[in-house]
């Protein structure tokens, strides 16, 4: 994970969490990122290899379509975006939302 | 204007307005919008927002924390759906920028969501479709409103144009009022066909997107003689089928002029023409159309269209009512048919993978011991009215047929328990329809009263064709020398074990086979009310020793096209105004 910040105060910061919950990135997990995103000011940004999503909209981030397993690209812009990705990446990766992680 | 083709399957022309209707039974309604209408639609759309939000926020109010509040959680989501602008967004866009309507966008929007998720290899995620096609329908039932009501409450005179007709939505109709029928899919034995030719109105099927074609509420032709349909017709090709409908009409009543006559063959055979009816106010028309007596009462019509299974009372009086029309005529009452449609798939936590192999018919019935003897209940009770027989159907064992014969005994005594009278010399009858059946005939001949040789479902069975199927309905034909085999087969051993035997299939119906029919021994058809006079006609212009050659000729063809023209050449000779 990197911080940076650009001349013109705006923000910018990225990680990549990786879907742990067994069932993915399916309705209700979609539903509590977006609920977390939207807490903050800043915008969110989601990508997997192939799409870009807004990261506060439901439907595009259930579109994503992550199964377990699968890598995403978070990137919040604003004041408050260092600590938006810190929320999102706790979530996606520490509490999987909740969720049981597959069985080994 | 544009022209469609595809399959005639009932004779006649109307000229009507359309009501169109899509599998969910909802009706779709005009697609484009004016540019001024933008507006408007942009605000239905954001309306059925905010209705179907309010309506989901009560239901997930109402929903404990049970299971861990999944269902509650589902009803979250579908809110927090909702709420998504950019989903909203994307929905008036499309109207704005595609002129449509709001429900044809939310649909449309929503369909392409699913589709997403659909196409994922994941199962998982693949059922989450179920949760966007979910938010297409409460949508669309804000939409809509009452609409949905409109198909069972016609008050002016409509075509119905619809992609496959369903039984349940025929039950629906309000028959007065429809005036024609045309389906995308289908074929000549679909159930649009069948419901059509027993109204006597006109149908084509197998139009393909012709749902797509029409608007609700465009003028569309239906010439069910041809198998075209007109969407939008100029005043000039109007004036053309008015002119055609009326010569039509003048010929259907040449032929009502024979109603009187007897269905005697020239040498003097008596043949006995019976009618096929499915809802009681059709016995009239049997008797109009000079018929003799009922050869099929499909009973399915009670079950379908209503919430709850529907009483002994709800049956007798259906009963009554048909038998009151014939007296002493026979009325030939089939147990109920279900399966392979709404009423048994909905019944189940997952729809049947091979419904037309499973549990339908009597095995349903069988399964559903309370339902059954209910209904057996009922047509003894309406037996002491006239002359009413039992009718199972698709029996493909004897095992079936002592269980179902077991049950009537038992429901004899509880009439005697009862003190209610009923014929204890009842009829009891089969359907031959299933190439088991027919194989067993001369067993099987040996516990039944009748019977009766349903040829459509003997035609899909043996020659493992499904008739809804366009990719593989042209090898579905009555005409193949297996079927004509095995019909052959369950006549002879009916004579032999001397008991009744007729046809009830669509096949009767068709003026090319009855001379086969004939020739092969059958003296009794039970066929759709509307083709008994042109049936007759062709009875009273033939000699049985004619039919005889016919038929020993075709049993020695081998193959189903050397057969249907050879047919239809004897046939077009008799009767050139059938072609």
Known sequence: MQAGQNSLEKLICETEVEIKNADGLHMRPAMQFVDVASQFDCDVTVSNSENSVDGKSVMQMSMLAATCGTKLKIKAEGADAQEAVDALRELVEEKHFDEPTPKV | ?579
């Open chain 2, 1 to 579: 204007m544009e022209i469609k083709k595809g399959i005639a399957v009932s004779p006649g022309i109307s000229i009507a307005r359309s009501l169109v209707i899509d599998a969910e039974d909802y009706r779709i309604p005009r697609r484009k919008i004016m540019p001024s209408q933008r507006m408007t639609e942009i605000q239905r759309t954001r309306n059925a927002f905010k209705d179907a939000i309010r309506e989901l926020t009560q239901l997930e109010a109402a929903q404990d924390e049970t299971e861990g509040g999944k269902i509650k959680d589902i009803f979250a989501v579908h809110l927090r759906f909702l709420h998504d602008r950019s989903l909203r967004k994307k929905v008036t866009d499309l109207v704005h920028s595609d002129l449509v309507t709001a429900e044809y966008a939310v649909s449309a929007t929503l369909r392409e969501i699913a589709s997403h998720f659909t196409k994922e290899k994941d199962a998982y995620m693949r059922e989450r479709a179920a949760d966007i096609y979910d938010m297409e329908r409460r949508l669309l039932k804000h939409l809509l409103g009452g609409k949905r009501e409109d198909v069972e409450h016609l008050t002016e005179e409509v075509a119905v144009v619809v992609r496959e007709l369903s039984p349940t939505q025929t039950a629906g109709f309000n028959k007065k009022f429809v005036k024609g029928i045309a389906s995308d899919a289908g074929g000549r034995t679909s159930h649009a066909a069948i419901v059509a030719r027993s109204l006597g109105i006109p149908a084509v099927v197998a139009l393909e997107d012709l749902t797509e074609s029409v608007s609700e509420g465009d003028t569309v032709i239906i010439d069910g003689n041809r198998g075209i349909v007109i969407v939008n017709p100029d005043d000039e090709t109007i004036r053309q089928y008015e002119e055609y409908s009326q010569e039509f009409v003048e010929l259907e009543h040449k032929l009502d002029a024979i109603r009187e006559k007897p269905a005697v063959t020239r040498d003097g055979v008596k043949v006995t023409l019976l009618g096929n009816i499915e809802f009681p106010d059709e016995a009239e028309m049997v008797l109009q159309k000079g018929g003799e007596g009922i050869g099929l009462y499909r009973t399915e019509f009670l079950y379908l269209n209503r919430p709850s299974e529907p009483t002994e009372e709800d049956h007798y009086q259906a009963y009554a009512e048909t038998v009151d029309v014939f007296k002493h005529r026979p009325v030939i009452i089939r147990t109920a048919d279900l399966g392979a449609d709404k009423y048994t798939q909905s019944k189940r936590f997952a729809p049947e993978p091979n419904p037309f192999l499973g549990l339908r018919s009597i095995r349903f019935c069988l399964q559903n011991l309370m339902m059954f003897k209910t209904q057996l209940h009922a047509i003894l009770r309406a037996s002491v009215l006239g002359e009413v027989k039992i009718m199972f159907p698709l029996i493909t064992n004897i095992q079936e047929l002592m269980q179902a014969k077991m049950i009537v005994r038992d429901v004899m005594e509880d009439l005697d328990e009862e003190s209610i009278t009923y014929n204890k010399n009842i009829k009891v009858g089969i359907m031959v329809e299933t190439p088991s059946a027919a194989l067993m005939a001369s067993t099987l001949a040996r516990d039944v009263d009748f019977f009766s040789i349903g040829t459509n479902d003997l035609t899909q069975y043996t020659l493992a064709v499904d008739r809804g199927n366009e990719l593989v309905s042209t090898l579905y034909s009555a005409a193949d020398p297996a079927v004509l085999r095995l019909i052959r087969t369950v006549i002879q051993d009916a004579h032999k074990a001397q008991i009744e035997v007729h046809v009830c299939g669509e096949m009767a119906s068709e003026p090319e086979y009855i001379m086969l029919l004939l020739g092969i021994g059958l003296r009794t058809i039970s066929l759709t009310p509307p083709m008994i006079p042109e049936i007759k006609q062709i009875v009273r212009s033939v000699t049985i020793e004619d039919c005889n050659n016919l038929a020993r000729k075709v049993l020695g063809m081998n193959s189903e096209r050397q057969i249907s023209n050879y047919l239809r050449d004897a046939t077009r000779k008799i009767l050139p105004e059938a072609f």
